[in-house]
């Protein structure tokens, strides 16, 4: 059973570019959530995606918007990088039984100069 | 507005001993609460999880409390071991949000050998 892989591993960008991070969700999981994690801060939630349509939204603004592809992979893609968009950007998969937990993957740390 | 609360950035206990993680939350609609366990470099794991019509689950070394009238949660590890050291998050969902999880800011804990 494989977990879940996010590629890049690090990346760096210039304010105003464009990003797209990629996920593979564990097999078996439906359900792709994605967070971003700043330093010293706990995960935040961005969206998630069930069935390649978006299932709930955090509190972001619609430069970030996802994928989810029929083999249950996602990507994030925020444009216009902002400072402030520097974080670690983690995937999440799961069965969609809260209860369970999600699966995450390791992360994205994004760095915008 | 930080709707889960981890008030202790740092925990060191002795290999053996009780290790006490505290979580607080301040939405009454929360449902479904769960604990991750981070190292560095890697994804959140998940370790435990409750619903609020409990109010203890236990598996293993871990047992997770809840006190919905104080919206207050905790972590049991017994008897702690340095390979428990790592930084701990909770995290909470309302099950009419179900898809969103609300991460406090993680709480390190150092088992001294």
């Given at each position: ?113 | ?37 981070k190292y560095p470099a890697e ?71």
């Amino acid at each position: 059973e494989t977990g879940v892989t996010q590629s890049p591993t690090h990346l760096i960008k210039t304010r105003g570019q464009q990003v797209t991070l990629r996920c593979s969700s564990q097999s078996g999981h439906n359900t792709v959530s994605w967070y971003q994690q700043a330093l010293g801060q706990g995960p935040q939630f961005i969206f998630q995606y069930y069935r390649e349509e978006e299932n709930g939204r955090g509190n972001f603004p619609p430069r970030f918007s996802g994928l989810q592809f029929p083999n249950y992979s996602s990507e994030l893609n925020v444009n216009a990088l902002e400072l402030d968009d520097s974080a670690l950007y983690l995937c999440a998969s799961s069965s969609g039984q809260v209860l369970h937990g999600y699966t995450f993957g390791s992360g994205t740390r994004l760095t915008v100069v | 507005d930080q709707q889960v609360k981890q008030n202790s950035p740092s925990l060191s206990v002795q290999e053996g001993r009780i290790s006490i993680l505290n979580c607080d939350y301040t939405n009454s609609m929360f449902d479904y609460f769960l604990w991750y366990k981070k190292y560095p470099a890697e994804g959140p794991t998940f370790l435990i999880s409750i619903s609020s019509i409990k109010d203890k689950n236990e598996d293993g070394r871990f047992t997770v409390f809840l006190n919905k009238s104080a919206k207050h949660l905790s972590l049991h590890i017994v008897p702690s071991q340095p390979g428990d050291s790592a930084v701990y998050f909770c995290a909470a969902s309302a099950q009419n949000t179900g898809n969103q999880f609300y991460f406090g800011t993680g709480t390190s804990l150092t088992v001294i050998p």
